[in-house]
């Protein structure tokens, strides 16, 4: 019997509304339809805006793009699309590069990255999180080729099924949530802890932290209500695409900085 989730978890899970419908939230949701709005959705607060936009930051964005979506992600998340080399720029761990590495090696098939909206932007706290602290690379990795969990862990259902009250989007700062598993291409003997919580430090507490059995993952195989992918590649077009190029120079006009690199391939 797994312990991932007590009965009344289980039971939350299944009186939840589903996400992606229409809520009765008295918070405005983040609009974001095309480059025109990004002043207003995403707007450069001072401090950042005294900061050089240089070094690690700068060849972190000129690694991303960042796609608009319409549909169920609208006002919700953005779509990263992080090159290649995106690991290295940052400095992750030595082992996260080389899971990269591998990972492009065997052409493992990335999955969408879906990041919260709100603090989405290459100026927003994600980037700057990222940036600070390296184990929040290794969680990106684990969002990008992680399994998506039958169930979301404790803290991805907590944030998801209190969003609509407490007036943010859902299970932030990724969508949906995913772990290396047992017997995976990219698991070992144990699960990880999910991409959420590694990314909020907070990994060692994640639900999914070091469950030894796949059968954890389907702690809920009896659950017949609807958990859907919620948002995914049809439900969620892609409406525009931010450059890398656009999002140097929009960076550039409102800081202070050195000429930008170059790069091709996206994940
Ligand atoms: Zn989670
Ligand atoms: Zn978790």
């Known amino acids: 019997m797994s312990k991932l989730l007590s009965k009344p978890e289980e039971k939350k899970i299944r009186e939840r509304v589903p996400f992606g419908q229409p809520d009765s939230s008295p918070f405005p949701a983040l609009v974001l339809d095309g480059p025109d709005d990004v002043k207003d959705v995403w707007p450069m607060k001072e401090d950042v805006r005294a900061m050089e936009f240089s070094g690690a930051w700068r060849s972190a964005v000129g690694a991303l793009a960042i796609d608009i979506l319409g549909g169920k ?14 690991f290295t720029t940052v400095s992750a761990w030595r082992e996260t590069v080389r899971w990269a590495k591998e990972a492009e090696t065997k052409n ?3 999955r969408p990255l879906l990041v919260e ?3 989405g932007a290459p100026w927003g706290n994600y980037v700057f999180q990222i940036l600070r602290d390296k184990r929040r690379a290794s969680a990106l990795f684990i969002q990008l080729f992680g399994t998506q969990n039958a169930v979301p862990c404790r803290r991805c259902e ?8 407490k007036g943010y989007t859902g299970m932030y700062p990724f969508f949906p949530c995913r ?5 995976s291409a990219l698991g070992g003997n144990k699960s990880s802890a999910c991409a959420c919580c590694s990314f909020n430090l907070t990994g060692h507490k994640c639900s999914f ?8 993952y389907l702690v809920a195989s009896d659950f017949t209500g609807s958990l859907p992918e919620d948002i995914n590649d049809d439900n969620s077009p892609m409406v525009a695409r931010l450059s890398p190029e656009f999002l140097i120079s929009y960076i550039e006009e409102r800081t202070s900085g050195a000429p930008a690199s170059g790069g091709q391939e996206y994940w």
């Open 73 to 86: 992600a609208r006002g919700k998340y953005v779509r990263w699309r992080i090159q290649k080399h995106f």
């Open 108 to 110: 493992f098939q990335a």
């Open 117 to 119: 909206l709100s603090e």
């Open 158 to 165: 907590r944030m998801m099924r209190e969003a609509h009250l």
């Open 179 to 183: 772990s290396f598993i047992p017997g």
């Open 209 to 216: 932290h070091n469950a030894d059995s796949a059968a954890g």
